[in-house]
């Protein structure tokens, strides 16, 4: 007996199988969207989320002032809704006389680009370690395993802050220090789900067919684990803004120049005592990011991971 | 039985504990250029044979296997080398500025479970009711909130706004305290010095708000989920029906119960606790071992970060360790 795929070439097979899966997405995400309505709050949050996103993309056409340079006739002018204020720099300037909210636009590169970047590479490395020492077992994953635990034995920030005080500030060697970490939440994520998936009939019905074991692993088991993948990503974007913020707080971060968050809030702390907006606006940005991430996953989660949910 | 498990996940222990200290080893290794130049801060006030003296000195001279070996040698013994820029052992400087950091610590774990338990236990029982929703979205809050800003936002308001509390340090200058274990709040105790503990206590709060808000957030969120589950279970239903009081049904029969997941939680919460103390210490001027890491990064004073490394990842291997340890006295059934 022969099923319809298998009586094809090998093209017209993929041809055919491509066509299903396109379809498939195609009503999944109009599912998704569907889906979405109907948790406000996420939906909310994945609005605000769009708008950091086009700030941050289209910062030089949204923004008036520049934000290097200062007038420093205007330093530490208070928000405009104060009795000093003045419209033209609506949440005031900091110590240079720069306008905060140019500056926090455009910290919001900084941001979010660290947050996608080093999310991107750590699902990347841990997808495709944790899918061939979960599937593979054996050598890899034991060698991995235990480099992974080791990894764990550091808290997250500490290991940052180590790594960043031997490399240096600066853009590549913050991803470096986020991903080197980073990856070992999704490599332990993918290689639990590769286990208990291997056993599966649909594995066992695919290998007797023939199929190759990297064919099994990228066609048959990852789609039905990219979705918590997905979800555990949104989540970490979130943690890694903070991570971020946190090391440019401290000077280890992204160089002074570039205008980052949590460099704002660190300058803002000298001022503290007669201008408190300078470190209040960029933390209040940093805030309502994480939290539309944060409740964004969240929601993502109970639409596409619902065995994830931990609140009753 | 228990104890030959508990034996077992104690010796499992300790490669990790080795393999942290060689991935520590390997830190200085990361920064581009000699050691020994940047050891002397690229001065070049220094002559060639100096630094070979130096070179020797630190054994940079010898292969890098011998190099480890050395290092883990020297480790072990507790020797963790010598500051460049205090000119002290980094054991001695570490262990100076410990007690600050676990008072701190502390301070930031008991104030997290007081505020987090009865919010887990109230949202659990009264599901869905306006303060379930609220307490919810404040433990969101607390997981989204930077800990430096936190900080910053708490002395605006409580120091600088209502004048309530002091904006750093441990102490008062007034509060004449007799230093005996480092503890301040224990040595006030020790010695009756009213003064000192008033001003000891009133110095930790902003801090350990800071520290305990996002520890307090999860704990919050893991306890109330697994009340949730409990408080459905068969057994709990049995409680009830054989008319044991709710008060008793609530705390005794479920809470035991959802105690278990909580407590893994509270595990890797320390991981929190000991990143956030850098920052926390940072922002308030905290004079312990965070607040020193943070110079020591500045003054490039490689031995001292390294040391430090690895005492706040040992502390973060045997929290996790006492953690599995309690985790079989709370649950028999599940083993280590």
Redesign the interface.
Known sequence: MDIAPGALSPLARQQYLWRIRLGLIRRNSAEFLRELRKHPVALLSGVVIVVYILAAIFAEQITVHDPGRGNLRLRLDPPAWQAEGNWEYPLGTDAQGRDLLTRIIFGARVSLAVGLISVGISVVVGLVLGALAGYFRGRLDSLVSRFADLLLAFPFLIFAIGVMAFLGPGFTNLILALTFKGWVEFYRLVRGEMLSEKTQEYVEAARVTGQSHLAIIAQEILPNIINSVFVLATLRIGYMIIMEASLSFLGLGIPPRIPAWGSMVSAGRDYMLVAWWVSTFPGLAIVILVLAINLFGEGLRDILDPRLKIDG | MRAVKILERILATIP?VF??AI??FF??R??PGDPVDIMMGQGGAISEGEMDRLRQEFHLDEPLHVQLWLFLKDAVRGDLGYSYVLKRPVTLLIAERLPATIELALGGLILSLVVAMPIGIFS?VR?NSSLDRLS?AGA??G???????LG??L??LFS?RLKLLPVQGRLSFDANLQEITGFFVLDSLLTGNRVALLSSLKHLVLPSITLGAPVAAVIA??L??SM??TL?SDYVTLARSKGAPEWSVVLKHALRNALIPTVTVVGLQ???L???N??VE??FSWPGLGSM??S???DRD?PL??GS?MI??FT??MANLIVDVLYTYLNPKISL
């Open positions: 990790i393999g942290v991935v520590v830190f200085i990361l920064t659990a599901q919810m969101f809050l997981i989204s909130m930077p800990a430096f800003w910053i936002i002395i605006l600088v969120r893991v109330r989920s949730l589950e459905r320390v991981g929190i000991l990143g956030g850098m920052i940072t922002v890491v943070v020591a990064i500045f490689f970060i390294q490394v706040y990842a973060f291997v």
